[in-house]
């Protein structure tokens, strides 16, 4: 490998060995205030880092709580936050009525907000399933992940992990358990995917103390992660 220089900026920090990692300086932690509201705490990650790359639209200029994310979902796209019974409680992933998949960006509301208060860049949903049989493969993942991080933007992945498969997180407790969780950079030119995860340090509920704010999966794992839903890139 070249010896690296490290080229930093408000938008992140890129090694130039071509370009093998890239991290983002402006995707901050935030553990979930509700041990349900993984998506809102994720999504406040993204915006504000939305937020210090001057990103935001007029009108959305300011530095987001959880509080105003949850608000916001709540107001402009239906979510429930207040009352976890609701399905979208934790924030929804799907909001149509398909149970296979569903291409309609409408119907995938963390898309649609972020691409609404943003002001050059246009947030999609990939994978597009609704019931947890996605197709996924590690080098769509990675591609989509290396030009989102690359463009200084956060990656959101919403999907599940499961203690007896490939997709469990580190330290995680045993079982199954749906989540939300957001990307602040990668390295070994993708193959390394830099985990911000709300339910660290016990913010996820029983179970959850050891989980760290930061830290690296492979991209295998992160794809098998995400494969319960899909990526919002």
Known sequence: MLASVAVASALGTTTASAASSKRLNGVWWTGQQENYWCGYAALRSAVNNEYQIKNLKSGYRYFWSQKDIADHMQNNYGMHPYDNYYYDGSCAWYTGSSNTTDTNQDNYPVGRML???????????????TTGNNQLSSSEVKWRLKSTINS??????????????SSYMPNYPTGYFEHWIATDGYTNDGDTVCVVDPAAQGCGGSGFGNVQKYYNVSIKKFTDFAWYHGLIW
């Open 115 to 129: 691409t609404k208060i943003t002001s050059a860049f246009t947030w999609v949903a990939y994978g597009c399933c």
């Open 152 to 165: 200084n933007h956060s990656v959101l992945a919403c999907g599940r992990s499961n203690s007896n498969g």
